[in-house]
């Protein structure tokens, strides 16, 4: 009974040490660094950020834990924006225009992908809305893409998980494509049309 009592404070433990870690390195900090720290495999470090993610959120704390690829940071709880936008004098909303939102759910839901590769998607230039995206730091450049030309490989960042209230890529919400009701009535008519002689 004391050897599972003490694995399940192992996971604990190592969630408090990850939280010290992040506080006093106020940066991301890669997975990579936290297992060498603590000394742990992995899973033992997937363990842990499991445990610190669901104390936060369960005791409703002040910060939450943010994961993207493997970096690993402490950002603020969404619900509490207005207070630290006051604390540092930040607006509360910067305006995008909608065809820069319809630019970073492109980005969000394909990433890593090309100027290019949002423009078919869309079927117009996305010029100016990927560069108001890149000026906000909601999408930034991760690479290059293996094709000719090697062309700039676009993501979104921390910040867009921040502003959105999200810890992780996971938490965006899924998405269906339906058809409008013209396009599916015409579809459903098609199929019952008398065959000609």
């Known amino acids: 009974m004391d050897d599972q009592n003490e694995e399940g404070q192992v996971p604990r433990q190592h969630a408090s040490a990850i939280e010290s870690l992040l506080f006093v390195a106020g940066r991301p900090l890669e997975r990579g660094e936290l297992r060498k720290l603590l000394m742990v495999n992995e899973q033992q470090l997937t363990d842990a950020l499991e445990v610190l ?3 936060l959120g369960q005791q409703k704390r002040g910060i939450r834990l943010q994961l ?28 995008l225009t909608s065809a820069a939102l319809e630019t970073l759910s492109v980005v969000a839901y394909r990433q890593p992908l ?32 293996p094709t000719v030309g090697r062309p700039a ?22 998405v269906t494509i339906s058809r409008p009701a013209e396009e599916q009535s015409a579809i459903q008519d098609a199929g019952t049309l008398p065959e000609t002689p």
Request: hydrophobic share 45%; proline share 4%.
């Open 53 to 55: 993610a669901q104390d």
């Open 68 to 95: 993207l690829g493997e970096q690993i940071q402490l950002v603020t709880a969404p619900e509490n924006a207005r207070y630290v936008a006051a604390l540092l004098g930040l607006p509360m909303t910067a305006r």
């Open 114 to 145: 090309t100027r290019s590769h949002i423009e078919a998607i869309r079927g117009v230039n996305s010029d100016r809305a990927l560069m108001s995206l890149l000026q906000h730091g909601l999408v930034a450049e991760v690479g290059r893409a």
């Open 153 to 174: 490989l676009f993501a979104t960042t921390a910040e867009f998980l921040q502003q959105f209230g999200l810890t992780t890529l996971e938490e965006l919400p899924g």
